[in-house]
Protein backbone atom coordinates (compact mmCIF):
# COMPACT_ATOMS: atom_id res chain seq x y z
CA UNK A 1 0.00 0.00 0.00
CA UNK A 2 1.10 3.32 -1.01
CA UNK A 3 1.50 6.47 1.61
CA UNK A 4 0.42 9.73 0.24
CA UNK A 5 3.19 11.89 1.34
CA UNK A 6 2.77 15.26 3.67
CA UNK A 7 2.32 18.53 2.24
CA UNK A 8 2.23 22.08 3.06
CA UNK A 9 0.55 24.57 0.86
CA UNK A 10 -0.27 28.28 0.52
CA UNK A 11 -3.30 28.91 -2.04
CA UNK A 12 -4.43 32.04 -3.12
CA UNK A 13 -1.49 33.52 -4.13
CA UNK A 14 -1.83 36.26 -6.76
CA UNK A 15 1.04 38.27 -7.31
CA UNK A 16 4.86 37.66 -8.81
CA UNK A 17 6.12 39.37 -5.58
CA UNK A 18 4.35 36.67 -3.03
CA UNK A 19 5.40 33.87 -4.95
CA UNK A 20 9.11 34.59 -4.99
CA UNK A 21 8.66 35.32 -1.06
CA UNK A 22 6.53 32.39 -0.93
CA UNK A 23 9.21 30.06 -2.69
CA UNK A 24 11.91 31.62 -0.95
CA UNK A 25 10.50 31.23 2.57
CA UNK A 26 10.20 27.16 1.46
CA UNK A 27 13.44 26.70 0.14
CA UNK A 28 14.46 28.11 3.20
CA UNK A 29 12.36 26.54 6.17
CA UNK A 30 12.17 23.12 4.49
CA UNK A 31 15.20 21.12 3.90
CA UNK A 32 15.83 18.90 1.32
CA UNK A 33 15.85 16.58 4.10
CA UNK A 34 12.08 17.60 5.29
CA UNK A 35 9.25 15.00 4.66
CA UNK A 36 6.69 17.44 3.12
CA UNK A 37 6.72 18.28 0.22
CA UNK A 38 5.96 22.58 -0.41
CA UNK A 39 3.18 22.90 -2.87
CA UNK A 40 1.93 26.75 -4.06
CA UNK A 41 -1.76 26.66 -5.54
CA UNK A 42 -3.44 29.36 -7.29
CA UNK A 43 -6.94 29.26 -7.87
CA UNK A 44 -9.01 29.72 -10.70
CA UNK A 45 -12.81 29.48 -11.60
CA UNK A 46 -14.62 29.98 -15.46
CA UNK A 47 -15.11 33.74 -14.75
CA UNK A 48 -10.98 34.04 -14.21
CA UNK A 49 -10.20 32.11 -16.96
CA UNK A 50 -12.51 33.97 -19.50
CA UNK A 51 -11.82 37.45 -18.04
CA UNK A 52 -14.60 38.19 -16.47
CA UNK A 53 -15.43 40.15 -13.53
CA UNK A 54 -14.28 38.94 -9.89
CA UNK A 55 -14.59 40.09 -6.65
CA UNK A 56 -12.20 37.56 -4.50
CA UNK A 57 -8.85 39.36 -5.14
CA UNK A 58 -7.25 35.33 -4.62
CA UNK A 59 -7.65 34.46 -8.32
CA UNK A 60 -4.85 36.08 -9.93
CA UNK A 61 -5.07 37.35 -13.23
CA UNK A 62 -5.30 34.68 -16.48
CA UNK A 63 -2.78 37.19 -17.84
CA UNK A 64 -0.02 36.43 -15.34
CA UNK A 65 -1.16 32.73 -14.55
CA UNK A 66 1.75 31.20 -16.25
CA UNK A 67 4.40 33.47 -15.26
CA UNK A 68 3.37 32.80 -11.66
CA UNK A 69 3.55 28.68 -12.34
CA UNK A 70 7.01 29.63 -14.02
CA UNK A 71 8.13 30.82 -10.58
CA UNK A 72 8.02 27.49 -8.85
CA UNK A 73 9.49 25.59 -12.00
CA UNK A 74 13.02 25.54 -11.24
CA UNK A 75 12.08 25.75 -7.15
CA UNK A 76 11.59 22.78 -5.10
CA UNK A 77 8.02 23.83 -4.84
CA UNK A 78 4.92 21.93 -6.52
CA UNK A 79 2.33 24.04 -7.84
CA UNK A 80 -1.24 23.41 -8.32
CA UNK A 81 -4.07 24.59 -9.72
CA UNK A 82 -7.41 24.90 -7.90
CA UNK A 83 -10.34 25.38 -10.32
CA UNK A 84 -13.42 26.55 -9.07
CA UNK A 85 -16.39 25.07 -11.09
CA UNK A 86 -19.48 26.90 -9.51
CA UNK A 87 -20.46 29.25 -12.50
CA UNK A 88 -23.34 31.48 -10.45
CA UNK A 89 -24.57 34.34 -11.64
CA UNK A 90 -23.82 33.12 -15.25
CA UNK A 91 -26.62 33.51 -17.82
CA UNK A 92 -27.67 30.07 -19.06
Known amino acids: MDIAESYVEV ?3 NRLEE ?3 VTNLFEKELSKSSTHIPM ?3 LVSYKSLNKLPILNRRYPSVNI ?3 LLSCCKNKRV ?3 IHYNSKEEGLAK
Open 40 to 42: IGF
Open 19 to 21: VLE
Open 78 to 80: FPT
Open 65 to 67: LSK
Open 11 to 13: TGL
